[in-house]
């Protein structure tokens, strides 16, 4: 199984959303398409997948390192023992003649073409990637389902405590039992009142997430873990800022609750930083970090594997970035749950166009790879990169 | 005055050096040139930089996100109370609507383009950059010079202790007091033999600095370490990879002499991280940020005035980056010294054509602005990307 092409398109993604501390409305996301010469069907198997949620395309990286470093690579040093390609041998090959340090720089590049390589050499083998990660880094979820939350609550001008409601009604009809609502982006006391305002639609506190988006300094970020305690919420997202490890041992030794954080986070040492320094509590805290944006599902495995050896057990990682990709990994290697985002991210968002969520539990699905077939809106753009691809 | 256009190309660096990690030979760099509208002897003042040593071009980020924020801001937004441009808005406006954490995606292509907006700013003014920085982030250094030392040393193939010391010889020739050689990149007896080789010709340890370039895990980091410990070198830089701040500690409270750090660190928050928790000593280990790289000078200037609350000296921060634009940071902010690389990286290193070390310090320019007019080979490539700037 070789690569022939590996093609790359930056996509508008046209969200009007903002949270506490930035907006949408220049955002782009890449897409990948990585074409190989092993035919299904009479095609050609093509991987593909996009750079996640909330950073901008890297298309000039892959063109300009990434992509040629694969493409001039012995064919044969990118395959495993089987003859598939091997999405980890390629992720190192992407790497070489890089400085060590400033891993952000090429981690979602690097990142999404491995995640679309896991794709193609899934179809490859006529299986639904997560049940390749289960082989690879399980054991996979039980029961073929995952838990799926909403990453919503987000700040819209002349919004209402009613709108809000509204909306988190909308969730729960949708199937969903478990909601994450802004905070940060007003005043303490009417961020209380939105968070009330939306436990009255989901229940109890373990029903409902905050995510302050890094925004707080020390004192609103205490003076939020003071007022949000009592509510005994499922977990507190991002307090202070992503690197600010000190702050973070300071709001966790105050903070009672879980703490959720890494999903700005791009690499195994920032997060074994966080762990070591950022006082997390591994009986509680959660970790989020995002696979295609943190050089690809094999670092993000190794990731999952280290925070196992600190004392964190799986369910308490909820990767970043509510789509089929961070599905597969949660599905595959048996983690916490994913998130979704309905309505927020357009295409770039959301599970197949089939999914249902049921008392919060999502059935993993059949199709081969990834699945983003089954989205229509999403693999349109997908099949403009590569037209000879099946589906 | 005002922005009227930005310009940036990748060139390639055409190195065929190698350290003890990686080799430069697929290398790039982005110069970037600022057109205003402020006329100096019937030509308009036009700001340069590049992105400095060791990380490839960034010119697709520039253009898809930094430079269109820059013109479309209102002119007088950016700047400063006499209307000169005022770098340090131009870095905000550039930082707008980006999500925090990964900052080394974006930290060289914003600092870049503000290194060249203080181009303009002090071509505007007239007077050296040097200068200017002296009176915004001063004191500056003392007698108009600055010191300046060769980091050398690189391996090359079939490369003898003999060779090296010849090239340890010609940079004593041109002037150099202090030298620093690579480590790491072949066994540690071999090493050791290349720096007794080294001694032999620069004298006493304290002329004389290492470079691992993050090479060591914790074994060969303990054993080098106590191999080095004995000659009282000046530094031993990067030992361990540059974001590992447990075992960073464990080195520092292994070795006695001086540890160099954080030419991979692209922000103040990893920066103070790495203050924290990486067990640097503020009485004598050495801070080697990249100013164009880590967001531009008024970051950098953040940089240094943070390590000098938590104890650091000026004296210990000399800024990665052998050219100009770390010349004026050293000599406008008082800094510890400058490298140079001499022979290494083609145009993009090094300072002005007729700039002469005499035992190891070098005088400041009097040009106007960064000085890079002074430099006819690099000169002549960002000539071409505004033939209209004078020079």
């Known amino acids: ?68 470093r694969l493409l001039k690579e012995a064919p044969e040093a990118l395959q495993d023992a089987e003859g598939f390609l091997d999405p980890e041998k390629c992720a190192a090959v992407m790497a070489r003649r890089e400085k060590p340090g400033g891993d952000a720089e ?23 990637l997560w049940a390749l990660l289960a082989r690879r880094y399980g054991p996979g979820t039980p029961g073929g389902q995952v838990f799926c939350y909403v990453g919503g609550g987000w700040y819209h001008p002349g919004q209402m405590v009613a709108d809000l409601q509204e909306e988190m009604r909308r969730h729960r009809g949708a199937g969903y039992t478990m ?14 009142r939105r968070i009330e305002g ?18 707080f300094g020390r004192d609103r970020a205490f003076a ?11 977990w507190f997202e991002e307090p202070v800022a992503p690197q600010d490890f000190a702050l973070y041992a300071e709001v966790c030794g105050r903070y009672p609750g879980a703490i959720g954080t890494a999903e700005n986070l791009y690499c195994l040492q920032d997060v074994l ?29 190794r990731i999952v594997q280290a925070a196992e050896a600190a004392g964190f057990s799986r369910a308490q990682i909820f990767p970043h970035g509510g789509n089929q990709m961070s599905l597969a990994c949660v599905g595959g290697l048996g983690l916490g749950g ?31 790879g990834i699945g ?17 691809a099946a589906g």
Chains 1, 2 share one sequence.
């Open 273 to 301: 930083n966080m762990i070591r320094f950022g006082g997390l509590r591994p009986d509680r805290d959660i970790l989020q970090v995002d696979p295609p944006q943190a050089f690809g599902i094999g670092h993000f495995a």
């Open 372 to 388: 983003f077939e089954a989205q229509a809106e999403l693999y349109a753009l997908m099949r403009d990169l590569a037209p000879e």
């Open 338 to 368: 994913c998130e979704a985002y309905p309505g927020v991210f357009g295409a770039f968002a959301g599970y197949a166009d089939d999914a249902r969520v049921e008392a919060g539990w999502m059935r993993l699905p059949d199709r081969p």
């Open 224 to 234: 939020y873990a003071d007022m949000l305690a009592p509510y005994a919420l499922r």
């Open 1 to 68: 199984m070789r690569i022939t092409d590996i093609r790359e398109a930056a996509i508008p993604v046209r969200s009007a959303m903002r949270n506490a501390v930035f907006d949408f409305s220049e955002m782009t996301t890449s897409i990948v398409a990585v074409v190989t010469d092993r035919m299904v069907e009479g095609r050609p198997v093509v991987g593909f997948a996009f750079n996640g949620t909330g950073r901008y395309a890297c298309g000039a990286t892959m063109r300009q390192r990434f992509i040629p």
């Open 179 to 192: 909601l994450k609502t802004k905070v940060g982006g007003l005043a303490l006391d009417e961020d209380q």
């Open 198 to 215: 939306v436990l009255q639609i989901v229940g109890e506190g373990s029903n409902l997430a905050v995510d302050a988006n890094g925004a």
């Open 106 to 128: 090429r981690a979602w590049a690097i990142g999404t073409i491995e995640t679309a390589i896991w794709d193609a050499a899934a179809k490859a083998r006529r299986e639904p």
